[in-house]
């Protein structure tokens, strides 16, 4: 009886005991709930509005940083090559290797930018500013070198902007990016200040992605048509010229004299109000010159 007596106030000590550590370890807990909770500043509604946006937020609308090393992993492009020429060479007949250079470049599919005639009479010449489509570009060059025996000039140019346009073109994606981002934020915006924060951050990155847009534009452009400068020429020799006999250089000699001497005096016109200086200067010097020796006379 004892022994049964004994084991049940054992059995009653432990039981206690048992609660009342439980009871400790959940007040420690929620002790160190209390202490972890984070006290809540209210936001100011009159501070700029990248102070308001907490540490998330910020992140959210932190403009990436392209990964140069991995960037083909994001786009992905086929080389971009521009290729350009400049080309000079001696025809028989101008007029008609115009016509062939025009006919030739509206097969290609090209077209001629500007032409340029200069009608100096030894040495008349026409120059071209082409654009050929860059797969006819070679096959262009190479009737050319067929054609012609000897070029005056020949200077065949390849530029690979490759890494550029890649880069140009990731920095726009990320650009567009960070305008979507800022999109959502201004439908958040909760006052005035903040609106106008964003739409000038905004106005920024798009112009900046207009700026990228048109330098991708030139840059496929350059790719698709390849810049041909082509000048042909005429030489005339002076011996046959019925510009270079005595009669025509005496007869210009003439000319030339007197046209010289008509725009001498056209020339001396434009310095009448130097000469009207010196003729007032010129009248009052003799004016106190006569004074001087009619006083001188007097004296005497």
């Given at each position: 009886m004892k022994k049964y007596i004994f084991w049940v106030?054992?059995?009653?000590?432990?039981?206690?005991?048992?609660?009342?550590?439980?009871?400790?370890?959940?007040?420690?807990?929620?002790?160190?709930?209390?202490?972890?909770?984070?006290?809540?500043?209210?936001?100011?509604?009159?501070?700029?509005?990248?102070?308001?946006?907490?540490?998330?937020?910020?992140?959210?609308?932190?403009?990436?940083?392209?990964?140069?090393?991995?960037?083909?992993?994001?786009?992905?492009?086929?080389?971009?090559?521009?290729?350009?020429?400049?080309?000079?060479?001696?025809?028989?007949?101008?007029?008609?290797?115009?016509?062939?250079?025009?006919?030739?470049?509206?097969?290609?599919?090209?077209?001629?930018?500007?032409?340029?005639?200069?009608?100096?009479?030894?040495?008349?010449?026409?120059?071209?500013?082409?654009?050929?489509?860059?797969?006819?570009?070679?096959?262009?060059?190479?009737?050319?070198?067929?054609?012609?025996?000897?070029?005056?000039?020949?200077?065949?140019?390849?530029?690979?902007?490759?890494?550029?346009?890649?880069?140009?073109?990731?920095?726009?994606?990320?650009?567009?990016?960070?305008?979507?981002?800022?999109?959502?934020?201004?439908?958040q915006a909760k006052n005035v200040t903040e609106i106008l924060e964003i739409e000038e951050k905004l106005h920024q990155v798009r112009l900046e992605i207009e700026l990228s847009e048109n330098r991708l534009r030139l840059y496929d452009r350059q790719v698709r048509y390849s810049s041909v400068s082509l000048t042909i020429f005429k030489e005339i020799p002076h011996a046959k010229s019925p510009d270079r006999t005595i009669g025509y250089k005496t007869k210009n000699a003439f000319i030339g004299g007197f046209e010289n001497f008509v725009d001498s005096l056209i020339d001396i016109l434009y310095l009448w109000p130097f000469f009207l200086i010196i003729l007032i200067f010129g009248l009052w010097f003799l004016v106190k010159y006569k004074k001087y020796k009619k006083n001188q006379s007097k004296s005497n």
């Open positions: 106030f054992a059995f009653n000590s432990l039981l206690i005991t048992a609660c009342k550590n439980n009871e400790t370890a959940t007040e420690d807990a929620v002790a160190v709930t209390e202490i972890e909770l984070p006290e809540y500043e209210p936001r100011e509604d009159n501070v700029m509005y990248d102070a308001q946006l907490s540490s998330e937020e910020m992140a959210q609308v932190q403009e990436p940083t392209p990964n140069h090393n991995n960037v083909q992993n994001e786009v992905s492009f086929a080389k971009k090559i521009i290729k350009s020429a400049t080309v000079k060479y001696q025809v028989d007949d101008l007029e008609e290797e115009k016509n062939k250079l025009v006919r030739e470049t509206n097969a290609l599919k090209g077209f001629v930018v500007s032409e340029i005639a200069d009608a100096t009479f030894n040495n008349p010449q026409i120059a071209f500013q082409l654009n050929i489509p860059s797969e006819h570009f070679d096959g262009f060059i190479t009737s050319l070198e067929k054609d012609v025996a000897y070029f005056d000039l020949k200077e065949i140019k390849r530029e690979d902007v490759t890494r550029d346009y890649v880069d140009v073109a990731t920095r726009l994606k990320n650009q567009r990016a960070l305008e979507a981002r800022y999109l959502e934020l201004l439908k």
